[in-house]
Nanobody, 123 residues
Framework: QVQLVESGGGLVQPGGSLRLSCTAS????????MGWYRQAPGKQRELVAR??????NYADSVKGRFTISRDNAKNTVYLQVNSLKPDDTAVYYC??????????????????WGQGTQVTVSS
């Protein structure tokens, strides 16, 4: 079984910064990509940033403010969030596209999610 565990959320004033972390553990054969999504109240979940061997991509709303990075040895992805705005308030979810060992076979899927970490930007 695969688990993704996020940490690093919290309450921060506008203009502040946070560093979110997400570590994947369990029966992982290979991780192809990891990313961060967010969901604000009453809104759909949206992609924030994603990192793979092919590079990184960001939502237009966070370009220049957020930076995604990855430590492959630790199966961990980070999201450095700077210059936070009230509109960044949301639950941030970690996502992985990976292969999971299952008995005698492997399952490739991009539907691996963490439990979410709350980021609240308010004065």
């Amino acid at each position: 079984q695969v688990q993704l565990v996020e940490s690093g959320g919290g309450l921060v004033q506008p203009g502040g910064s946070l560093r979110l972390s997400c570590t994947a553990s369990g029966s992982i054969f290979n991780i192809y990509a990891m990313g961060w999504y967010r969901q604000a109240p009453g809104k759909q979940r949206e992609l924030v940033a994603r990192i793979s061997n092919g590079g990184t991509n960001y939502a237009d709303s966070v370009k220049g403010r957020f930076t995604i990075s990855r430590d492959n040895a630790k199966n961990t992805v980070y999201l450095q969030v700077n210059s936070l705005k009230p509109d960044d308030t949301a639950v941030y979810y970690c996502n992985a596209d990976l292969s999971e060992r299952q008995s005698t076979t492997y399952r490739r899927g991009s539907d691996y999610w963490g439990q979410g970490t709350q980021v609240t930007v308010s004065s």
